[in-house]
């Protein structure tokens, strides 16, 4: 599965981006992932073919993830912008394994800067 990622940039708080993920073929799961330098890669959103999608809960209430199955492209909306949510952000596909989601290809990410 090859994945692009497209719709980052800088933004002020309080504001909004729009991410987008541009896939080959959907997997059953799909979902966005952020790392920042020296931490681990942090699940933010994932949304299953057929279920309701989960988020982090620094993002919830703020983002919204969303798939089109007919498009292959997965869009986050992020509103609500904070100082913390600054990293980049990767999308993800995978499968559903023991009851959750498990995912094995990433995307090259894209930027998402947020600055007071």
């Known amino acids: 599965v090859q994945l692009l990622e497209s719709g980052g940039g800088s933004e002020q708080g309080g504001g909004s981006l729009r991410l987008f993920c541009a896939a080959s073929?959907?997997?059953?799961?799909m979902g966005w992932f952020r790392q920042t330098p020296g931490k681990e890669r942090e699940g933010v959103a994932t949304?299953?073919?057929?279920?309701?999608?989960s988020y982090l809960d620094s993002v919830k209430g703020r983002f919204t993830v969303s798939r089109d199955n007919a498009k292959n492209v997965l869009t986050m909306q992020m509103n609500s912008l904070k100082l913390e949510d600054t990293a980049m952000y990767y999308c993800?596909?995978?499968?559903?394994?023991?009851?959750?989601?498990?995912?094995?290809?990433w995307g090259q990410g894209t930027q998402v800067t947020v600055s007071s």
């Open positions: 993800a596909a995978g499968s559903w394994y023991g009851g959750s989601c498990s995912f094995d290809s």
């Open positions: 949304i299953p073919r057929s279920g309701r999608a």
């Open positions: 073929k959907f997997t059953y799961c």
